[in-house]
């Protein structure tokens, strides 16, 4: 397994865009990507071509109403208990 396929962030950006309902064009355009070119570089972050910077993915966390750790946590059980912390807070998830 190469380093960038064992990467969280790909496989949870993908999973909580697909959770969202978002194209992965929408979501580029609604993060302030240009719309010409948000489905590439979407489809980059979740195929872990490029990295987002952390602030970037702070946005794409507010736009996907998900915690920022949910998208850099490694284990699977995890990372659900995060997102589901998210969604289950009073005022929604903590950006």
Known sequence: MSAKSSLPLPKRLKAARLAAKMTQESLGI??????????????????????????????????????????????????AMIASYGKHRPNGPSM
Do not use: W
């Not at 993915?57 to 996907?64: D, F, G, P, S």
């Open 30 to 79: 609604a993060a302030g990507l240009d719309e010409h070119v948000a489905s590439a570089r979407m489809s980059q972050y979740e195929n872990a071509v490029h990295t987002p910077d952390y602030n970037f993915v702070r946005q794409l966390a507010k736009i996907l109403k998900m915690p920022t750790a949910y998208f850099y946590c490694e284990e699977d059980g995890l990372a």
